[in-house]
């Protein structure tokens, strides 16, 4: 995997995001003291919440809902590249059927 795995699934993320208008955020990198890097994206309705978990090697999002962040079941696994596009392909199909 060339580019880091986080940028890989921030720009599957974005791609899908952008298209039901919620636009990026902030990025936070706390890489250093506790192996998590955020972005959060949000329009007037919605809020989404991408993190990578460096240390566990894992990728996950979160809505936003009933004022408090919400965890999606799928995660996406830093593994071979095919499984890698799938596990991303499925956090997508996840996080558009809250949209």
Known sequence: MTMH?????????????????????????????????????ESADNRIMLTWDERNEFGYAEIWENNSWSKLSNKVMKSSDIVFKESIDKLCREIKSYL
């Not at 902030?26 to 998590?36: F, Q, R």
């Open 5 to 41: 795995v986080y940028y890989q699934i921030r720009e599957a993320v974005y791609f899908l995001l952008d298209s039901y208008g919620l636009v990026e955020g902030t990025t936070e990198s706390n890489a250093n003291k506790n192996g998590l890097i955020s972005t959060l994206f």
